[in-house]
């Protein structure tokens, strides 16, 4: 079975501080894709970022970069410089392939809160 | 392109009612997905459907059903309501022809059992 863990249920920090979201994933299956999304208080999540299980290469995007590590079952999102928009509850989900592209499996989220 | 809506927006029934909600897709895409989201439980996913068939379902009741039509609009229906049925329901759509697509979510049903 497929699982998604966010140890970290809460983070507050400080507006231009840098913050690193933890997820770490379980599953049987070689070929799988890992998502970020991100809902703000508006409630509508939005996507952030995939990466599949055959590619490791990390990735950048503005402020927004992604560690994928296979040996740790990890795919860590870190915020450079955080914003007050940056508030939210950030999801990290997993789809395991062969055909199961519309189930993922969430991790129960980390609320995090950026203060002026 | 339009994203993708829910109706409605908040709904309150009461226990042993039934409720009906409807997702209507980002244009082209042909993959539902509905998935529950509350406080205790987190987001845990329900049932997807593709090209009008349930292609994966999760571990719901079976008071828990839906269907989708062939403009890929699709409805989620909950019969005989329990108070644990309150929940933000939210709906995702995506092309659904590659396993790596990502979903495209809705701003989701507030439903609420007394």
Not at chain 1, 2 to 16: D, G, H
Not at chain 1, 60 to 87: E, L, M
Not at chain 1, 106 to 111: C, I, L, S
Request: charged share 20%.
């Amino acid at each position: 079975a497929q699982k998604v863990t966010q140890a970290q249920t809460e983070i507050s920090v400080v507006e231009k501080e840098d913050v690193t979201l933890d997820c770490v994933y379980e599953t049987r299956d070689t070929t799988y894709y890992l998502f970020w999304y991100k809902q703000p208080p508006s409630g509508e999540l939005v996507f952030l970022i995939r990466r599949n299980s055959f590619d490791e290469q990390n990735e950048i995007s503005g402020r927004y970069s992604w560690n994928f590590q296979k040996s740790t079952s990890s795919f860590n999102f870190t915020i450079t410089a955080s914003q007050v928009v940056d508030s939210a509850v950030y999801f990290c989900a997993l789809s395991e392939a062969s055909g199961n592209a519309g189930k993922s499996t969430f991790g129960d989220g980390t609320t995090l809160t950026v203060k002026p | 392109k339009a994203g993708v809506t829910q109706t409605p927006r908040y709904l309150i029934k009461t226990r042993g009612q039934q409720v009906t909600l409807s997702c209507s897709p980002i244009s082209g895409h042909r993959s539902v997905s509905w998935y529950q989201q509350t406080p205790g439980q987190g987001l845990q996913f329900l049932f997807e459907y593709f090209s009008e068939t349930q292609r994966n379902k999760g571990n719901f009741p079976g008071r828990f059903s839906g269907r989708q039509f062939s403009n890929s609009r699709s409805e989620m229906n909950v019969s005989t309501l329990e108070l644990g049925d309150s929940a933000l329901y939210l709906c995702a759509s995506s092309l659904g022809d590659r396993d790596y697509a990502p979903q495209y979510f809705g701003p989701g049903t507030r439903l609420t059992v007394t």
